[in-house]
């Protein structure tokens, strides 16, 4: 078992449990929460004691709340494009085409970029509290983190552009009768349950997992991707940026002319 500051990994019966630990800011995704994730799946590719990996967020409030607002804030487009492909190639899509399971156990609010992280896993378990959104458009921004793509893919179009377009939340149940979530149970019962499902997975070939995986990743093709990170980076640094990312700093609600 490793720990490192805010992301910390332990192994259990062939289970590698991924657990994002910032409570200051819910869990929210800056650059060096996203390479340690990258590091730690780095570590357990090659590991024939982990045979698939569960991801989950510290506490009983947030998965994660999305990438960190903070952090972002006052990037140009560029460094909004960088940070965007950035994000992808070490984590968002390295997940999605992990050659082990990976499963989100999802324990709180999963919002923009958490709810991205959630859906690059290849299945996801909620908790009953656990509230999911791309509230990105209250920002002035797009998803960046895959959000538009796998969205869309998991709910459909119609379902993904009233989730992103509103920016709304749905609830843990809403989630399930949308194929967003494969099941939903109490707090206590969301690591068993994961557990249960990663058990399953266990018992099967790992050479026909990995076949399997990318497989299904197969069916979709990475354009949609590179399209949302340049519309996502065209974002930043316009007036509307800045009005939705000062009115989150500023806990009060965006004035979008
Ligand atoms: N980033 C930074 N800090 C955050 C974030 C975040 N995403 N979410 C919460 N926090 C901080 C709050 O600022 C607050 O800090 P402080 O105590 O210092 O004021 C602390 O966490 C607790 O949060 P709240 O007081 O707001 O708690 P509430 O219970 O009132 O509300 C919510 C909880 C509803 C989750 C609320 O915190 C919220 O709306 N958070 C922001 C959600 C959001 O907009 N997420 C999307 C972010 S954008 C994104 O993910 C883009 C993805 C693509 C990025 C690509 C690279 C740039």
Redesign the pocket.
């Known amino acids: 078992m490793s720990d490192s500051k805010e992301v910390s990994i332990s192994i259990e019966n062939k289970i590698a449990f991924i657990t994002i630990n910032a409570p200051?800011?819910?869990n929210?995704l800056n650059r060096k929460i996203i390479k340690e994730i990258h590091q730690h799946l780095y570590n357990i590719k090659y590991d024939n004691d982990v045979r698939v990996v569960i991801i989950t967020g510290a506490g009983e409030k947030?998965f994660v709340?999305?990438?960190?607002?903070?952090e972002?804030a006052s990037f140009s487009k560029k460094e909004?494009q960088e940070?965007?492909q950035s994000?992808h190639d070490l984590l968002f899509n390295k997940i999605a085409n992990f050659s082990k399971p990976v499963i989100a156990a999802v324990n709180g609010?999963a919002?923009?970029?958490g709810l991205?992280l959630a859906m690059a896993c290849h299945m996801r378990v909620a908790s009953e509290n656990a509230k999911l959104g791309q509230?990105?458009v209250s920002?002035g921004?797009i998803?960046?983190?895959g959000g538009t793509q796998r969205l869309t893919q998991l709910i459909g179009k119609g379902k993904a552009f009233e989730m992103i377009l509103t920016g709304q939340m749905i609830s843990a149940k809403e989630g399930l009768s949308l194929g967003l979530l494969n099941y939903v149970v109490s707090l206590e019962e969301l690591m068993p349950k994961a557990i249960e499902i990663a058990s399953k997975t266990i018992e099967n070939s790992p050479a026909a997992i990995k076949k399997s995986i990318k497989a299904i990743n197969a069916v979709f093709g990475n354009i949609g991707l590179q399209n949302e990170v340049e519309l996502?980076g065209q974002c930043f640094g316009t007036d509307e940026f800045k009005e939705g990312t000062q009115a989150?700093l500023e806990k009060r609600k965006p004035n979008f002319k």
């Open positions: 200051k800011t819910l929210a947030a709340a999305g990438a960190n607002i903070k972002f909004g940070l965007a994000g609010y919002l923009g970029g991205e509230p990105e920002l921004l998803p960046g983190y996502f989150f």
